[in-house]
């Protein structure tokens, strides 16, 4: 066997010159997904993003195989720079997204309804007018004014009458005596040991207890001995209700408070002749507790008057102006019985007991009159 032996300087020599022939080893592969950049971009054909590395493996860094794929360039990250073996990540920026145009119907404001009344200011008086009722108010709170109705309020004046109590002009009835108060209200209660009795009835001569109207039809009041009264109104169909607060301003309990309305009715208001199917009677009637009608006499089938409250313990009477004392037993402890009937010129009437009422209490009543 033949050996060859080299001599050390040999060997160094031959060493040295492998290191220059045999090509260059590249750098550890990176790994899937991670990223290499570029000095330029690099050429890419078909322009998909997608590139099989030739020269340019040794000149990206870190270096790569021959034949590696890497995909690139990504958006978002400095240079040219490529993902290894894996698509660039997606752009995770929020998607801005618009919403639809809405586009709004027209908004279509409906009309105002038409007020069920109007309230006409004429002085320290009111008028509430309806489709077809006209209430007259006086300064004190009661129905029937003292003065003539302003321009464009209805009134039977085609009998002379220029004032107004309650009024239809479809029929051209006047239910009121004209020219003088004959619907009010009387309050009594005990207070410091004594009775008191207020009216507010002008045509008795009575005029107890003053208020007066707010801008509207509010009416503010008091008795002498400081039961506080605050009287609004409403129409309900043809009747005018009244809504009515007291309130005892004093230090001192009012025992046995009683409230009481009246009103005297009249057939033969639109005329002056006194006959008998056309005088001062009315038909009265009382069908319930809380109820009393007067029928108007002459006036043509169908027309009523009517008085009457919801409030408990109302009780409806008809008797004459010589009892307005609402602790007589004729108006409220002894009445009519349900069912009573007579064809008289008399008053019509509700009293209310409303029990007592401390320092600072109030306590509520409503009232209707009006034409059925």
Not at 55 to 84: E, H, N, Q
Not at 94 to 102: A, E
Not at 193 to 214: A, E, H, I
Not at 249 to 254: A, D, E, G, Q, R
Request: net charge positive; proline share 8%; aromatic share 8%.
């Amino acid at each position: 066997m033949l050996k060859i032996a080299f001599p050390a300087r040999l060997s160094a020599a031959l060493l040295i010159l492998c290191t220059y022939i045999m090509p260059a080893v590249a750098d550890a592969q990176p790994t899937t997904g991670s990223i290499v950049t570029s000095p330029i971009l690099i050429p890419d054909s078909n322009k998909d993003g997608i590139l099989k590395l030739d020269g340019w493996a040794l000149k990206v860094s870190p270096k790569l195989p021959r034949k590696t794929t890497i995909y690139g360039p990504c958006p978002g990250l400095p240079d040219f720079s490529y993902r290894v073996r894996q698509a660039c990540a997606e752009d995770t920026a929020p998607v801005v997204v618009t919403p639809p145009v809405v586009v709004q119907p027209p908004v279509v404001v409906a009309p105002a309804p038409n007020p069920i009344f109007k309230v006409v200011r004429m002085g320290t008086e009111r008028y509430v007018v309806g489709k077809d009722i006209v209430f007259g108010l006086n300064d004190f709170g009661g129905i029937g004014t003292l003065y003539n109705a302003p321009p464009g309020v209805s009134t039977a004046k085609s009998y002379g009458f220029l004032r107004a109590g309650i009024y239809r002009p479809s029929s051209n009835i006047e239910a009121n005596l004209n020219g003088r108060s004959i619907e009010g209200f009387n309050i009594g209660y005990s207070i410091g040991g004594s009775r008191v009795l207020y009216s507010n009835q002008l045509l008795t001569g009575y005029y107890q207890m003053p208020g007066k109207f707010d801008d509207g039809a509010r009416w503010t009041g008091a008795t002498p001995t400081g039961l506080a009264i605050v009287q609004d109104v409403e129409l309900v169909d043809s009747h005018l209700r009244f809504n009515v607060t007291l309130t005892n301003t004093t230090s001192k309990t009012m025992t046995g408070l009683r409230y009481m309305r009246t009103a005297d009715f009249d057939t033969n208001s639109l005329d002056n002749r006194y006959t008998a199917a056309n005088s001062f009677s009315t038909d009265n009637a009382i069908p319930s507790r809380g109820i009393v009608l007067a029928g108007l006499r002459g006036m043509g089938a169908g027309t009523t008057a009517l008085l009457s409250s919801p409030t408990a313990g109302a009780v409806a009477t008809f008797y004459g102006f010589v009892n307005l004392d609402p602790f007589a037993a004729a108006a409220y402890d002894a009445p009519q019985p349900v069912g009573s009937a007579k064809t008289s010129d008399v008053t019509s009437n509700v009293t209310i007991a409303l029990g007592d009422l401390p320092p600072g209490a109030t306590a509520t009543v409503q009232i209707d009159i009006g034409l059925r």
